[in-house]
T-cell receptor
């Protein structure tokens, strides 16, 4: 059975601080995909990253970086020098081989205080 | 902007009624998925349509049904509405290509059942 755990329900940081959002997953598949989405107050889910299970390289995109560790089944997301526009709910999601759907965690609400 | 639109934006219905939600996919995308997102939760997969046929279903009862049209727009129909059906309904379009595809989400329809 698949499971995605985002233990941090809410996080508040002051602008320019770094923040890490945790994601732990469970799957029996050896091939799977992991995702992060951002959901601003408007409600639309904004795709941030997809990573397949064979690619453990960390990725950096501007102020965003992701740390994928299969040994601990974690796919953590770090925002460097946070900004007020980063305030949103962030979801981690898992897609198993042959599955046609995303399985989401419960999300982490990030508030960046100016 | 993902190019995926949904209508209406908000909807209020009474328990027992029926509702139809609409989604217009991104141009060229042949796959649409529908998700239900209850307040404070992550989206849950309802079903997916590929080339006008249902291509997978989550743990939702048969009163949740869908259609996909030749132009790849789609509908989600819910019969005999219950109070627990109150949620944000998201559609996501994608181009099904091998098993590696990205889903683009619309802004959602917020349904309130009273």
């Amino acid at each position: 059975a698949q499971k995605v755990t985002q233990a941090q329900t809410e996080i508040s940081v002051v602008e320019k601080e770094d923040v890490t959002l945790d994601c732990v997953y469970e799957t029996r598949d050896t091939t799977y995909y992991l995702f992060w989405y951002k959901q601003p107050p408007s409600g639309e889910l904004v795709f941030l990253i997809r990573r397949n299970s064979f690619d453990e390289q960390n990725e950096i995109s501007g102020r965003y970086s992701w740390n994928f560790q299969k040994s601990t089944s974690s796919f953590n997301f770090t925002i460097t020098a946070s900004q007020v526009v980063d305030s949103a709910v962030y979801f981690c999601a898992l897609s198993e081989t042959g599955a046609n759907n995303l399985f989401f965690g419960t999300g982490t609400r990030l508030t960046v205080i100016p | 902007e993902t190019g995926v639109t949904q209508s209406p934006t908000h909807l209020i219905k009474t328990r027992g009624q029926q509702v139809t939600l609409r989604c217009s996919s991104q141009s060229g995308h042949n796959t649409v998925s529908w998700y239900q997102q209850a307040l404070g939760q992550g989206p849950q997969f309802i079903f997916q349509y590929y080339r006008e046929e249902e291509n997978g279903r989550g743990n939702f009862p048969p009163r949740f049904s869908g259609l996909q049209f030749p132009n790849y727009s789609s509908e989600l129909n819910v019969n005999a509405l219950e109070l627990d059906d109150s949620a944000l309904y998201l559609c996501a379009s994608s181009l099904f290509r091998d098993r590696d595809y990205e889903q683009y989400f619309g802004p959602g329809t917020r349904l309130t059942v009273t």
